[in-house]
């Protein structure tokens, strides 16, 4: 992670999707960016069965795996080459719960790390996918601002 984020493309910003995904993570990703600009971390909070919900109806071509849109899903075709929609095994809601488990004993410890940071914001996740986009943009932009750093 330090020489991808050493890398020209990154000393202006970057994005981080995924990790870190505890805290040991997050302690090495504070050494790595320590000197720069400050570490804005959104947490886009979804409730647990919402996010069942979500996972265990999602759907993607079995040909080439372009996830279906809920129309799309409805068709059972995908809109991009025809092929069949499937279910991916780790889409399934026993799946989905086993997921869930592991993120509330490994990831979401972070939130306790990061929550007292004054770059630390929470967004809505149960919203409709413009809306949660918008406020991350938000957020980050208004956390950048406060801190002077150009988002």
């Known amino acids: 992670m ?26 090495q990703l504070d050494r790595i960016v320590d000197g720069r600009a400050p570490l804005v971390v959104v947490d886009i909070a979804v409730p647990d069965e919402e996010l069942v919900r979500r996972l265990s109806s999602r759907r ?4 080439c795996e372009t996830v279906a849109d809920a129309g799309q899903a409805a068709t059972g075709a995908c809109g ?8 991916r095994s780790d889409d399934t809601e026993a799946a989905v719960r086993t997921r869930l488990q592991v993120y509330h004993t490994q990831t979401q410890p972070l939130v306790s790390y990061y929550r007292t940071r004054p770059t630390f914001r929470t967004v809505n996740g149960a919203q409709d996918a413009d809306r949660v986009f918008a406020d991350v943009t938000a957020a ?12």
């Open 2 to 27: 330090g020489q991808r984020l050493a890398r020209p493309d990154a000393r202006a910003g970057f994005i981080l999707d995924g990790f870190p995904r505890t805290v040991p993570q997050a302690e």
């Open 60 to 63: 993607v071509c079995g040909a």
């Open 80 to 87: 991009r080459c025809g092929g069949a929609l499937v279910q």
């Open 140 to 151: 980050v932009d208004a956390t950048a601002a406060r801190d002077g750093v150009g988002a």
